[in-house]
């Protein structure tokens, strides 16, 4: 395999997993930007072992574990708060973390994070094609008709909103599941369109089309009308 490939490769696997990635951070570390980061270092350092080490067997893994690792040197030099050292912590423990809420997906809970009621409809679509289908922000902006600069100012507004506002990174009750489902499924049917019909101009993306039905599939199994909704899992 030539360089040029084993490097689109690297690429397409990234960009599989980024969504995965991510929201798994989210939820640990409850900060975006860190999460992002994270994500980003740890495609750097895909891409200087795998060419002479081999594409690992399970990459997504070795990402997050990689971006995981990443995020922890980073609170540790930036001497974070207590919190958060906490949470690096959890990062070493092998036990299995505790689902927090009914959704258990990461995903899914992420979704619901950018679909909170404080963001405007643009800014919960935007967000979730860049954390969950790992858009770049050109693509974004390609998909909105905007500029590219207008695009990265939204979601940075967007991610400070949830910073500010305390947002957190769960579901915790029923009822925000009730109240965010419609705005979940909007966002989860044009994140599926734009995969089928790509703003980019590129053939189908079948990883974002085929996890926008999987995270819809789970979506309704939370259903508003019943007593109690059953847990939104793998």
Known sequence: MTDDSLTARIERIYRDEYGRVVASLARRFGDLDI?????GEALLTALERWPTDGVPAKPGGWLTTTANRRAIDRIRRENLRDAKHQAAVMIDDPAPHEPTGIVEDDRLRLIFVCCHPALA???RVALTLRLLGGLTVA???RAFLVPETTMAQRITRAKAKIKSARIPFRVPDTGDVTDRRAAVLAVLYLIFNEGY?????DPIRVELTGEAIRLTRLVTTCSPTTAKPRVCSR
């Open 35 to 39: 999460a992002e980061d994270a994500a």
């Open 121 to 123: 409809t643009e800014a």
């Open 139 to 141: 693509e974004i902006a």
């Open 197 to 201: 019909l790509s703003g980019s101009g």
